[in-house]
């Protein structure tokens, strides 16, 4: 396979509902897709996650352009890959930007499994014919985040996630499982606790959670293998795993129980296979997080879901849970708490190319 063309677009799309975590309220999303064409003229999509600004980790919509643009885009232009699996060993001397990796390597993976006439979920390894859906609620007051569980569970969603922070979470946990007891429940904290809140932090284990999401540093597996041994609810690390070295260390440290693999913060498919392989073989329950994505990476990620080894249910919703209209067709839908997995080849969802050009912001072709 040769890659003739890679357009980016940059496109912004607004939330149907502000979504609020410890650090930031996102409004308005900015994403970057990919289109790569390749010699019969197929295109393959690929989306990049970063955010407008650094708060989630240090990319941003401009560092990733950049770095797609003079140094990962040139390195795929022209020269034949026989298997989206080597895209990672063509990025290795550029450092870092998993984003912007991601982004490239998830078109490169779309084009050549429609090229091969195979699904992405199947190429990927994946057995599964639907995958769990979960959601993630927005930090908001109590009551507002207790009716939007409510509506949630009564879209079929069996899994709920909440954000937390210092001063917004005991009490909102408790509010929930007075209406919700056996509901399964988890909070992220997006790192908004450190070490001096470990007696608070135990609180935690009172409440019946599945996992405690990212309670400390954004770059820390140090402190939270000492925050996991005194705490009973298992810790499921984001932020702190870059990479399946990252992974691998942080289950040898014993900082955390669950790992939530996300394919932009890894770098890509490639790498989320792997570190699906390593928790596979390590017995260590696994989970494809969220990026308040668009239909294209949200393609990527039910694909990815459908490895066996995704074991617990994602922060996967459907196309109306973040968007009035998503940039796919069919959207993604949920029923009975769960997203069949498309068989159709490549990421199984046409992108709506009136809705892309309506959300489009600007567009740059690369031949060269
Ligand atoms: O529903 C989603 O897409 C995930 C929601 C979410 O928790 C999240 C959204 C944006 C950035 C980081 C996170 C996170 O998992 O920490
Ligand atoms: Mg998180």
């Given at each position: ?72 885009i040139?390195r795929l ?30 078109a ?52 709920v ?51 405690i ?87 990527h ?9 995704f ?21 993604v ?36």
């Amino acid at each position: 396979m040769i890659l003739c063309q890679v357009t980016l677009h940059h496109v912004r799309m607004t939330l149907k509902t502000p979504f609020a975590n410890s650090l930031t309220t996102v409004t308005d999303r900015e994403l970057i897709l990919v289109e790569a064409e390749d010699e019969a003229g197929r295109s393959g999509w690929g989306e990049c996650v970063a955010f407008s600004s650094p708060w989630y980790t240090e990319e941003t919509i401009g560092t990733a352009w950049h770095v797609m643009k003079d140094f990962l885009i040139p390195r795929l232009l022209h020269t034949p890959l026989q298997h989206p699996g080597e895209v990672p060993e063509r990025f290795r001397p550029v450092r870092r930007h998993p984003m912007a990796k991601a982004a490239l390597e998830g078109a490169v993976w779309d084009l050549w499994c429609k090229a091969q006439g195979l699904s992405l979920a199947g190429a990927l390894g994946g057995t599964r014919a639907r995958i769990e859906a979960g959601v993630a609620v927005g930090a908001a007051d109590p009551d507002c985040m207790l009716e939007t569980i409510r509506q949630r569970v009564e879209e079929g969603y069996r899994r709920v996630k909440v954000k937390v922070k210092p001063g917004a979470d005991v009490e909102v946990l408790e509010r929930i499982r007075e209406v919700f007891p056996e509901l399964p429940l988890m909070a992220d904290a997006n790192s908004a606790y450190t070490l001096k809140d470990l007696e608070h932090l135990k609180r935690m284990d009172t409440f019946n959670l599945l996992m405690i999401e990212q309670p400390l540093a954004a770059d820390d597996i140090v402190d939270h293998a000492r925050l996991q041994a005194e705490l009973a609810t298992p810790i499921c690390l984001d932020e702190s795993l870059q990479s399946f070295e990252d992974v691998r260390k942080a289950l040898e440290l014993g900082s955390c129980r669950i790992v939530n693999v996300k394919v932009g913060r890894v770098g890509g498919l490639t790498e989320a296979k792997r570190i699906h392989d390593l928790c596979q073989t390590k017995g260590i329950p696994l989970w494809c997080g969220g990026m308040l994505e668009s239909g294209i990476a949200r393609a990527h990620n039910i694909a990815l879901a459908s490895l066996e080894g995704f074991n617990l249910p994602g922060d996967i919703s459907a196309s109306n849970r973040y968007w009035e209209r998503d940039l796919i067709h069919p959207e993604v839908t949920v029923e009975e708490g769960r997203i069949a997995v498309p068989e159709g080849p490549g990421i199984g969802f046409e992108v709506d190319r009136e809705r892309l050009q309506a959300a489009s912001l600007y567009s740059q072709v690369f031949t060269c």
